[in-house]
T-cell receptor, first 113, second 114 residues
Framework: DTGVSQDPRHKITKRGQNVTFRCDPI?????LYWYRQTLGQGPEFLTY????????KSRLLSDRFSAERPKGSFSTLEIQRTEQGDSAMYLC???????????FGSGTRLTVV | AQSVAQPEDQVNVAEGNPLTVKCTYS??????LFWYVQYPNRGLQFLLK??????LVKGSYGFEAEFNKSQTSFHLKKPSALVSDSALYFC????????????FGAGTTVTVRA
C-alpha cells in the first residue's frame, strides 16, 4: 500500500497524559500536513512541513502540541498534558507540491477521558 | 484570509436523480479549489480539483464541478446519484500565495435513498 499511513487508528487516554501519533507519508511527497477534525466540522490546519522543515504552525497548536519530521520522512505529533478538548480526529496528509491535492491518511481518533 | 462556505448541512436525493452540493469561497488572488469525500471513521478521499483552465472539472466516481469566478462558487454535481454516494463532502480552497494551507468548509452530508 503506497498511501498515507497513520498509527494508531484509535487512542483513548486519561486527561493529563501525553500521547504521540505517527504519520508515514507517500514516499515521494515532500510536503506533510497535520489537521484536526472535530465532530460536525471540517478539518482545521495545524502545521506543515516541507521536507524536515516545519514552515508554519497554526495558533490552534498550543505549547502542549509539538510536531517533528526528522529526516523529512515520517512525522510525529505529540500532545502533552492532554485535555478533554483535545478529543478529535487527527489527520495527516502529504503532497508533492504546488497545485497538488493532498492525500490523506485514515486519521487517529483521540478520546481524552 | 481564505474561507469556504457550504450553505447546506444536508442534501437528500433519490437514487438516479441529479445531485448538487454547493460551495462558495473567499480568497485573495487566484483560487485552487478541491472537493473531498469522507466515509465514516475514514480519512478524506480526493474527488477533483480546479487549478486553472476549463471551468468544468471532471473527477472520480462520475462527479464534476463547475468553477464560477463571478459568483465565487465551485458546486459539486453528479448527473445520477447512487446510494453508495451517501457520505460527507467537503469543499476546500487555498490561494496561490499560501499554496500549502487548505481551508475546508464545514461539510455537507449527502444521503441518497433507494
Amino acid at each position: 500500500d503506497t498511501g498515507v499511513s497513520q498509527d494508531p487508528r484509535h487512542k483513548i487516554t486519561k486527561r493529563g497524559q501525553n500521547v504521540t501519533f505517527r504519520c508515514d507519508p507517500i514516499s515521494e511527497h515532500n510536503r506533510l500536513y497535520w489537521y484536526r477534525q472535530t465532530l460536525g466540522q471540517g478539518p482545521e490546519f495545524l502545521t506543515y512541513f516541507q521536507n524536515e522543515a516545519q514552515l508554519e504552525k497554526s495558533r490552534l497548536l498550543s505549547d502542549r502540541f509539538s510536531a517533528e519530521r526528522p529526516k523529512g520522512s515520517f512525522s510525529t505529533l505529540e500532545i502533552q498534558r492532554t485535555e478533554q478538548g483535545d478529543s478529535a480526529m487527527y489527520l495527516c496528509a502529504s503532497s508533492r507540491g504546488q497545485g497538488d491535492g493532498y492525500t490523506f491518511g485514515s486519521g487517529t481518533r483521540l478520546t481524552v477521558v | 484570509a481564505q474561507s469556504v462556505a457550504q450553505p447546506e448541512d444536508q442534501v437528500n436525493v433519490a437514487e438516479g436523480n441529479p445531485l448538487t452540493v454547493k460551495c462558495t469561497y473567499s480568497v485573495s488572488g487566484n483560487p485552487y479549489l478541491f472537493w473531498y469525500v469522507q466515509y465514516p471513521n475514514r480519512g478524506l478521499q480526493f474527488l477533483l480539483k480546479y487549478i486553472t483552465g476549463d471551468n468544468l472539472v471532471k473527477g472520480s466516481y462520475g462527479f464534476e464541478a463547475e468553477f464560477n469566478k463571478s459568483q465565487t462558487s465551485f458546486h459539486l454535481k453528479k448527473p445520477s446519484a447512487l446510494v453508495s454516494d451517501s457520505a460527507l463532502y467537503f469543499c476546500a480552497v487555498r490561494d496561490f500565495l499560501n499554496d500549502y494551507k487548505l481551508s475546508f468548509g464545514a461539510g455537507t452530508t449527502v444521503t441518497v435513498r433507494a
